[in-house]
């Protein structure tokens, strides 16, 4: 279904926020409640990475931390796990990283985003960009979180331009913070600019009516899913909360796709699993309703999890939760 | 040669800057020796609107003005020209207006722009622009102006999206200004992603450079226009100052432009009176080796006058100037 | 009554705003009506410079200016009267100067204050004040309108700070401008910290009563007289628009000063005309009521006139004036 | 010594910063190496206020917390101890607390301030500010750190004016934070305005240093002190690290204070404890020289504990671990 260049030297280069997550030890728990916090690597397209790097994939990232003991340990993570970090760059002195605090209250997940506009994941440069790291991979995936303010929004531009001349999959993933944003014709605005490059883009219904709002009234899935295959779109997720997603092929392939059986003791975490297993299934060139199977799995295994980032497994693992589920809860996936 | 919808109720909308300039009263005159200076309408694309309606096509504007006296004055100048005022939004009080200086020091235009990234011009909203607007319109000219800053950035891609949605002509005037870009590299992405939009795309060849600069190196005129014809281009024209300008049409014609003979008191306002005379003819459907006729005769028009917007000539003083012009000069307009 | 110190170079400093006016050549007149401008210098304490240097004080400036033709022609200016132009500084290029476009309508006077926080003279820094430069003055005079927004605000504060160490006479004049400001109470806060520095306050009623506002209820003049001459102050001057001015002394002596009659085209540059004569009387060790009598006389000639730093003339002018408007309407100045 | 109101509902009022420290549950261990975190009320002026309320001294506090879990938990914290918090103020929704992260790397306390100018703190505004509040305590605690942005310094600014006005007495904790201030010019602008009201001053060397750095050259504590000494101070604290600290009153008198002995785990929170216990002292009436046993017994035992605020202790306890700390080593405070 997809055209994904052969030989080159990473698989997957996730684009965007790399920071740090202060989540209680023992989740769910608030954050008055909690007196032992952990810290973990996380940001949407960070996690996304990890999970794709456990899972086999030659992983690399472009994105910007801090020059301090926090971006020393976000880069000594993802060394550990084998990713690629020649795309990571440092911000200045005294700027900030972007710190989540995660709570459960009366089983919501609450996140608290500390950042604003100049954290250092928002300032990717245009300049830090080099076409030779994005030709050197076969896909990229642009979380979008990297569109939320200049400069990393245009960095982000840059890259999906030179993506696009060398043949990338392009991957969009939605990933919408509401506090980044200043409103929501800015948002349909740029995830409709970035969505126009995409092979294939994630998102909840939600994300989708945002992106739309700027130029369209609400839309179904199917006209949804229509509109960016008119585009360059060949595959299009569409998720539904707690009643799983959706997936249109623009060969005509559909696809509902069910939550694995799960004990969740947050809802984060869960979508950057889903991506990263997809992602990598797709890479490894196995049929669409693997990919899934793989994703929705790999979600359920990470809201079972204190942490996101750590909670990502390696492909034997996931494949052995993938075997289990499917015997105590019959398919995941079903054509219709 | 364009597909240009029929049956609407304006021809034109130009979008951007709509301001003042203070000129010497006689040109050339540098400031410190001129004692008496004239106010003046100015911005590139209000002068094209003031030369589309001057020279008989219906036009609009989209743009934001200040909530004073210089702003009732750009209304009313506008206005007294038949310009439809519908687009054109107000700032908050003590918002200033772009007020450009011009002076010609030893033969040698010097613009002093007097403007930065929160005048009027720039506080363009999406929010303000209408769907009903645009798709009343047979033509829109985005100015690379109005590209420099959110939120008339924003903006501008919103009304770009809608233009395409409802089967506009896009017309991208790239009107180069350095002091309000921040880096070569993001002029480079913004220009690319809305030149992408455009059917008809004119510039000079350092334009176009600035164009390509994040993505390739230096280009011929035929590779320029060649990659443009790979998006939605039909009509690529690229000026090469005294020398005069270049245009390559996708069906494969090609036309060496003259600069028609001409005592040039400024080198500005050149520019905004070919645009207007060019996308003219374009409308009334006239070939393009007379749109182009039309579009060098209007430019040596203007640069002989103390003023941009006021010289901007009806039709008939036009075609008589070109009458003139081919009889002094011969052809002004050459296929090769 | 005042303790000025004696045998330095220059007499004045005054600290602020040099930028440029833009006027009809013949007052009143509307923009809109007005077809011919000139040029002229302007800003409060630029204008009361040329006003202390045409009538004798040897006079220097700090401010910033523009690095273009408009900076230029400025510093031409101070330079044709003499000013010492040591202090003056050029902001980087494309940092725009300060314009002010002036008008009457219906025989108001309005000011379009062509500006904002990032013009040149609101980019004066402390690191660009000299100490040398400070002590070698006699006196210094602090508009209101430095104080507005940092740096300039920070530098004005490290000017006063150096002024008290080297014993100058400080001088502060309100000059307040609303656009440029971002809350009353911001204004009464730093008006505050700046009049407790001040030997000689000028302003309006107005603006004393903004000075309070974060502090103290409507006041009499008597009670703002009384609370400054508990700081620093030896002489309050406060103005009550067409029914003249007070002043009072911290020796007990109180003033009420007349308008000298005049036939105005404009409101402006009345008091820095007013300033201007009065600083320059006192530095010169006239009586108290003579330098008042100077300052009226001055103010009426500069608002019969089309700009305000062209209005500004030499002492012997100055002096026949006042003898004629003495002979013509008697005493101008009465004690109380 | 002091000159200080009685009867009022409050004892001091801390102003500035509400925040939170993340520390290693055990001190010292570097953030790499740390798995359990503790999350603890930080922000100099609020462990000074815990430590006064701890101290037995009616507190109260002016500062500007988050509207999240964050700033809940601050609030009751404070609650806990029997703060009055009717001085404390909610940001708006999504602005982020400043956030401290402290390690210690090779036996170095290393401080990563998660905040830039828009944190809750900065965001202080002088509206805020309560006449009546600032007229019911006896004295009020101004922390450098709320000087270094508006508009937390424009409310800074107003909360000394008013604490002047109704005759509080006024300490100035200089607090020194390199990072969120633009240049050192502008640190000794504000910090000398600031000190001119201020009856008491407390800071390092280098701090008094910075302070002067725009008037005056490098300066013998003897006469730092006696600058300060023509203004409003009474008394001076200058701090030499681990030389112990000076005390100079304008009455003459002079100590030299000694560090009690203490096994350090971090070097943060000395000065806050220090602070709280002498200004405890002096309100109590008690004499300079056991105040200053006091702070230097209290700055000990912070320092040797693995959070700031939950270091603070009663009086009991702090004289007992004065009466200790004598016993060991002898007199703490010399007279010279």
């Known amino acids: 279904m997809f055209n994904i260049p052969e030989g080159r030297k990473l698989d997957c280069i996730p684009v965007g926020r790399l920071a740090i997550d202060i989540n209680p030890l023992v989740m769910p728990q608030t954050f008055a409640e909690c007196n032992e916090f952990g810290k973990y690597v996380g940001g949407s397209p960070a996690n996304t990475a990890v999970g794709l790097a456990r899972l086999g994939a030659r992983t690399g990232f472009i994105g910007t931390i801090t020059d301090d003991s926090l971006g020393d340990f976000c880069l000594d993570y993802f060394k550990k796990d084998g990713i690629d970090t020649n795309g990571i760059f440092r911000a200045e002195k005294n700027i900030p990283m972007a710190v989540t605090f995660t709570e459960v209250i009366n089983g919501k997940t609450n996140l608290m985003l500390y950042r604003d506009r100049i ?41 999906l331009e030179l993506a696009r001349k060398h043949g990338l999959l ?43 709002c ?58 950057d699993a889903y991506s990263s297993a997809f992602v990598y299934g797709v890479l490894a ?46 398919e995941l996936v079903n054509k219709f």
């Not at 076409?131 to 990393?152: F, H, K, M, N, Q």
């Not at 929501?184 to 009516?209: F, K, V």
């Not at 539904?240 to 969740?264: F, L, Q, W």
Request: aromatic content about 8%; glycine content about 6%.
């Open 170 to 212: 392009i991957i969009f993933d939605v990933d919408y913070r509401a506090p980044i944003w200043s409103s929501n014709e800015e948002i349909s605005i740029y995830y409709t600019l970035a969505a126009r490059y995409a092979h294939i883009i994630i998102g909840s219904r939600e994300e989708y009516d945002l992106m739309d």
């Open 119 to 159: 954290t250092a994941d928002m300032l990717l440069k245009p300049e830090d960009i080099s076409e030779d790291y994005i030709a050197s991979s076969r896909s990229v995936i642009i979380s979008g979180t990297a569109l939320a303010a200049s400069p990393s929004r245009d960095a982000a531009f840059k890259i």
């Open 214 to 271: 700027a130029y369209h009234k609400a839309s179904s899935d199917e006209e949804t899913a229509q509109r960016w295959f008119n585009e360059k779109a060949e595959l299009i997720i569409i998720k539904h909360g707690a009643e799983g997603s959706m997936a249109y092929a623009k060969n005509g392939e559909r696809y509902k796709i069910d939550i694995a059986p799960v004990n969740a003791v947050k809802s984060t975490g869960g979508g």
């Open 285 to 330: 060139g196995r049929e669409v309703k693997n990919c899934l199977e793989l994703a929705t799995t790999h979600a359920s295994l990470a809201v079972a999890c204190n942490s996101c980032s750590d909670a990502m497994v390696d492909i034997k693992t996931l494949e052995a939760a993938l075997a289990k589920a499917k015997s105590e809860h019959g």
